[in-house]
């Protein structure tokens, strides 16, 4: 006991000192119960991903980096003595199966959730969140939804797909790459990357070159293919998931049609080298978080080290190492709460983060706030060599 609290008992009868002092310990334990998910020994939180079906390289891989960070951390004690646990459902990558997914997650009394992936989830789990109160941080999709309007639950960690297609126009446009044309899934996803090229676009005086679309989880590609080979643009934006991106390149190579084509990070850069074999090399992916090759980057050799440990068959990837980064983020808005731990303190906690060296470079430091609550703006160019992704350091050297 403090001894302002001591002050407070002098001069009470024994029976009133210990009735008091019971009062103030029921009170504690009962706002720690009002708080869901959290106990004086763990912190439950949970996560709605593809797990199944044509998108599940993405949601396994964001699940498992997450919980690579996750079991590090519960292994040095936790946070404030609390072990992180992790429940992770399947969405299927499916807005029809979302709402079901984010009720059962209510159901379970987590205390705040992360690790989602997708755009057309996001949109579902976004406002159900918001009406809940339940914090959200790291969703595996750049959205300007999450953003705009600001969205005080709601916390993401990397670069928007604005930011992305920017990148890549900028690019592109200083190399005499003017005629762009885009093949998308017709859905949230692919209208928020078509935005964010026409936007792009925009500040050159210029619009897309042809466009074509394909559904969601499906490989019918051919009728968006074909009208944006009709309109004989120079480079071509593919957006969607591993598996439709690269059915796109194959099915254009084997026509004859070698455009620059180029994605975003979403795609799942090693099973679309995977799924694309020869098919991918020369195609330009845009990533949100460095290289994990580059093991000289802290929290790189982190991850590596972290992956070697819990998961040794499992090859590093992207997707794992943002899940890693986003579960960093996670602890540390944690650990910023403090121990006596609510869903505003959490909030609080990581809009308290300001200018954070995360162990990734200079290029890439970690910024929240009130009116704030995307973390990272940097890009980095790869492209597919011999069947790895590289940075792309020269685009001049495009189409020689």
């Keep these: 006991m403090s ?9 009470l009868p024994v029976a009133a000192a210990l009735y008091v002092f019971f009062l103030c310990s029921v009170g504690n334990s009962f706002l720690l119960a009002q708080t869901p998910g959290i106990t004086d020994n763990s912190i439950l939180i949970g996560s709605c991903s593809a797990l199944d079906g044509p998108a599940r390289f993405l949601g396994n891989q964001t699940v498992m ?49 992360g690790f989602f992936v997708g755009t057309p989830t996001a949109k579902v789990y976004v406002p ?14 750049g959205a300007q939804l999450l953003y705009e309007p600001l969205k005080h639950h709601i916390v993401n960690v990397r670069a928007s797909y604005y930011d992305e297609t920017r990148e890549q126009v900028d690019r ?23 935005d964010g090229l026409k936007l792009a676009l925009q500040k050159h005086n210029a619009a897309p070159v042809g466009l074509g ?17 009709a309109a ?34 979403f795609v799942g850069t090693e099973e679309f080298i995977k799924e694309a074999g020869q098919d ?30 819990y998961y040794r068959d499992m090859p590093p990837s992207f997707v794992s190492f943002e899940g890693f980064v986003d579960a960093m983020v996670f602890v540390e808005g944690l650990k910023r709460a403090g121990k006596d731990l609510t869903r505003e303190k959490f909030i609080s906690g990581i809009e308290s983060i300001h200018d954070m060296n995360v162990g990734l470079g200079s290029k890439l430091t970690l910024n929240y706030g009130p009116s704030d609550h995307k973390g990272f703006d940097s890009v980095y160019p790869t492209i597919v060599r011999r069947g790895q992704p590289v940075l792309l350091t020269d685009w001049s050297s495009l189409g020689q």
């Excluded at 559904?215 to 944006?228: F, H």
Aim: with cysteine.
């Design 3 to 11: 001894r302002s609290g001591a002050k407070a008992f002098r001069g």
């Design 65 to 113: 980096g997450a919980t690579a960070y996750l079991h590090a951390v519960n292994d040095e004690g936790g946070v404030y003595g609390r072990k992180v646990q992790l429940l992770a459902f399947d969405d299927g990558y499916d807005p029809d199966k979302a709402s079901a997914c984010f009720k059962r997650m209510t159901k379970e009394g987590v205390f705040a959730l």
């Design 280 to 309: 991918a090399e020369g195609t330009i992916i845009t990533q949100v978080i460095p290289p994990y090759d580059r093991i000289d980057y802290p929290t790189v050799a982190l991850y590596r080290k972290t992956l070697e440990k």
């Design 172 to 194: 592109l446009w200083e190399n005499n790459f003017h005629k762009i044309g885009i093949v998308y899934q017709d859905d949230a996803f692919g209208k928020a990357v078509l």
């Design 128 to 141: 159900m969140a918001e009406e809940e109160k339940i914090p959200v941080v790291g969703l595996f999709t």
């Design 232 to 265: 004989h643009p120079q480079a071509v934006l593919v957006v969607g998931p591993y598996s439709p991106v690269a059915t796109v390149v194959k099915k254009a190579h084997a026509a004859g049609w070698r455009p620059q084509f180029l994605t975003v990070s």
């Design 213 to 229: 679309t394909f559904a969601r989880n499906s490989l019918d590609v051919d009728a968006g293919l074909k009208e944006v080979m």
